[in-house]
């Protein structure tokens, strides 16, 4: 996995994934944001931190990430919104 290296980016958004990785195997997908790194809290962490946070940890890690809000979509008139997903991911 690695950072975005955007300024617009809050947090360690991912931004590329190798498809031979636990990450990959897991579904980590681009755009999703680490939310925990085992049991610490990342948000308000800066990408640095959580990177350092993903290196030291012990293998297997469990990683939270969170999915991007989907933009809205129209079906016959009703506009519709999923919710932020939570996905568990053992990397």
Not at 1 to 27: N, R, T
Not at 44 to 72: I, N, T, Y
Request: net charge negative; hydrophobic share 40%; aromatic share 6%.
């Amino acid at each position: 996995m690695a950072p975005s290296k955007e300024a617009a980016q809050s947090g360690y958004v991912i931004e590329k994934v190798a498809e031979d990785k636990p990450a990959a195997q897991a579904g980590v997908e681009p755009g999703w944001t680490v939310k925990r790194v085992a049991s610490t809290d990342c948000q308000g962490l800066a990408s640095a931190a959580v990177q350092a946070l993903l290196k030291d940890a012990a293998l297997p890690v469990e990683v939270q990430f969170e999915k991007p809000e989907e933009e809205p979509w129209i079906a016959e008139g009703i506009t519709c919104v999923s919710e932020l997903n939570t996905v568990y991911a053992e990397c």
